[in-house]
């Protein structure tokens, strides 16, 4: 047993890791059956990963259709502390590789900070190039991605256990998936295993392990000096309209070395003075509002949360918490005015 997989199966690595995992799930029915009898089920999955018998149980299903429609996957409450556990281990080896425009699912990073950023670089350039990559999680290749873990992740037993989480979500996404087929496919291409569940805790750190050489190439290769990343959307800067479209030709032919692709009919050089749609806001050099969309969002979901409340179906409390988490997600935004029009909406009777 290698010093890593043994650092994984320590108790104390697994009881933080359930503590992660039940962050803020205190009161759902699957943390609380796992905290019932904690010590003993921290032992067992112990035993099970040092002897290699754990095995990763079945996944939940739900759709979701905002901001689109996605399939989420939830797995069991035992297998997040095992993502957790094996997460502590091994992400600070990418973290150290990561680079600093990188903001999804990062330590200290997160969407506000994306924002804040992509705005100083409006701010110091006059075009801007914002791209997306075509149902991503879906279009995760398993052999890429376990190549690119194994270049910093030498022990065989880590991988292995990596093996069995990604194994576990083999096939979750297919029908999200339509089959591309890139230079040198043959009709085996097909049957590549791909796809990483949404939700996972292991789906959104190796999506970023994924893209890392895409990172490096952005920004070595093309020379990019305004570049940034959350999760699959990216922007790049430059004064130089033709530069950056030179940079999406070699930014497709790039991605397709990952079987990746974008949308094309979205991507288009724009200059920052119009607005650059990024992550639920718009963003110019001198403000940043919400997208139209986001606010008829809002306003429907915060509607429905004061009738519930009218209803007798929440309390108080929990109303004031949804209303605290929109203000708190909108105020890096110039929102004076609309909270204020909101609020005018919200009327407790």
């Keep these: 047993m290698s010093d890593a997989y043994s650092s994984v199966c320590r108790f104390d690595n697994l009881l933080e890791a359930y503590q992660k995992a039940a962050r803020g799930k205190r009161g759902k029915q699957a943390a609380a059956s796992f905290e019932q009898g904690l010590a003993d089920r921290l032992l067992e999955l112990r035993d099970e990963l040092g002897s290699h018998q754990y095995q990763p149980g079945p996944y939940v299903h739900f759709l979701i259709h905002e901001p689109k429609r996605r399939k989420i996957s939830a797995a069991p409450f035992r297998d997040r502390v095992v993502h957790h556990a094996l997460c502590n281990i091994i992400e600070p080896r990418f973290e150290r590789l ?3 425009d990188s ?3 990062r330590v200290g990073k997160g969407t506000h900070k994306a924002v804040a950023r992509l705005r100083q670089f409006c701010q110091s350039h006059r075009y801007a190039l914002r791209l997306d990559i075509v149902k991503h999680f879906p279009s995760i290749d398993h052999e890429i991605l376990s190549a690119t873990l194994t270049r910093v992740i030498p022990e065989d037993d ?9 194994a576990s979500g083999d096939g979750i996404l297919d029908e999200e998936y339509t089959m591309v087929y890139f230079p040198g496919d043959d009709l085996l291409a097909a049957c590549r295993p791909r796809g990483l569940p949404i939700g996972n805790l292991t789906s959104q750190f190796w999506s970023n392990c994924y893209l890392h050489s895409f990172d490096q190439f952005v920004t070595r290769e093309l ?9 699959d959307d990216f922007a790049l800067f430059s004064d130089s309209k033709q530069e950056l479209w030179a940079w999406k030709r070699a930014i497709v032919e790039r991605l397709a070395r990952l079987r990746l692709t974008i949308h094309g009919e979205s991507a288009q050089v724009v200059p920052v003075k119009a607005g650059i749609p990024w992550l639920g806001f718009v963003v110019y050099p001198t403000h940043s509002t919400v997208k139209a969309r986001k606010v008829r969002c809002a306003t429907r979901h915060l ?3 004061l009738e519930a409340y009218h209803a007798g179906r929440i309390s108080f409390a929990e109303f004031d918490a949804s209303i605290k988490g929109w203000v708190n997600h909108v105020r890096y935004a110039d929102t004076w005015g609309l909270r204020k029009k909101m609020f005018s909406r919200l009327v407790i009777r």
């Design 98 to 100: 990561f680079i600093p």
């Design 103 to 105: 903001y999804a699912n």
């Design 158 to 166: 880590i991988m292995a256990l990596v093996g069995r989480v990604l």
């Design 223 to 231: 020379h990019c000096p305004a570049y940034l990343r959350y999760v």
């Design 303 to 305: 509607g429905e949360r």
